[in-house]
Nanobody, 114 residues
Framework: QVQLVESGGGLVQAGGSLRLSCAVS????????MSWFRQAPGMQREWITS???????AYLDSVKGRFTISRDNAKNTMYLQMNDLKPEDTAVYYC????????WGPGTQVTVSS
């Protein structure tokens, strides 16, 4: 059973940066495309970025140029570098497989103050 644990969230001012991590248990990680999602209060969870097993990436337009997804297959860990954060980035951030095929982890809260 794959388990997902997100970390690295916090409170930052607008324009600041955070680096999120997603630790993934299980051998599936090495060959899986992975994604980051976020859920703002009162909103549905939305996809924001994905990375394939070989490093091809895709981004939601609103985060393109500010967020960078990466992965370290040796550490079974995926990252999300978030720069130039905006108040509208405030949300709980989650990771999962590309098809959201695993049980969701606890998420990590990101709060951006104006």
């Amino acid at each position: 059973q794959v388990q997902l644990v997100e970390s690295g969230g916090g409170l930052v001012q607008a324009g600041g940066s955070l680096r999120l991590s997603c630790a993934v248990s299980g051998r599936e990680f090495e060959f899986a495309s992975m994604s980051w999602f976020r859920q703002a209060p009162g909103m549905q969870r939305e996809w924001i970025t994905s990375i394939t097993s070989i490093g091809t990436t895709a981004y939601l337009d609103s985060v393109k140029g500010r967020f960078t997804i990466s992965r370290d297959n040796a550490k079974n860990t995926m990252y999300l570098q978030m720069n130039d954060l905006k108040p509208e980035d405030t949300a709980v951030y989650y990771c999962n497989g590309f098809y959201s095929q695993w049980s969701w982890g606890p998420g990590t809260q990101v709060t951006v103050s104006s």
